[in-house]
């Protein structure tokens, strides 16, 4: 069927614009990795973790810090995340409005929902 080929055409290149370019959206599209996952490994993951539970000395930093699980997701929705993300908290969570693109903040948003959902 051609116009699937199109179709899918139209999306590798539109989420291949989403990430700017240089992390090319084809990547995404052949291994299936979740679109919020580059932004996170390079802007999130120092201090929050691989799998949203930040690493000893993050949290001997930042006592604050919090866990990406299940119990903080019951009280956080996504646009509350893509909010934080947007403003910023207290002195250490850091405004991302110069890294990350509003699409880029919901996928962020949407990726480390996936880390409060226990593999059981
Ligand atoms: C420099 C370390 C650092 C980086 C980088 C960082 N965070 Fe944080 N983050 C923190 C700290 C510290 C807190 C706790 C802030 C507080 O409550 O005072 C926090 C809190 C949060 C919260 C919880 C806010 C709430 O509702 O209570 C979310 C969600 C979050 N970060 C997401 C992210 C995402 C997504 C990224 C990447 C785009 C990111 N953070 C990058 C340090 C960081």
């Known amino acids: 069927m051609r116009t699937h080929a199109v179709i899918a055409a139209i999306a590798v290149v539109g989420i291949g614009c989403a990430y700017g370019g240089h992390f090319a959206g084809a990547a995404w599209a052949a291994n299936q990795d979740p679109p919020g996952k580059i932004p996170y490994e ?6 929050h973790g691989v799998r949203g539970v930040p690493p000893k000395t993050m949290k001997v930093k930042f006592p604050k810090i919090v866990t990406f699980d299940e119990e903080f997701f019951a009280k956080r929705s996504k646009d509350s995340v893509v909010t934080v993300l947007t403003k910023g908290k207290n002195e250490d969570m850091k405004s991302f ?9 919901e996928a962020v948003a949407a990726y480390i929902r996936l880390f409060g959902q226990k593999e059981k």
């Open 42 to 47: 390079e802007n999130c993951r120092k201090c």
């Open 97 to 105: 409005k110069s890294k990350l693109t509003h699409e880029q903040m």
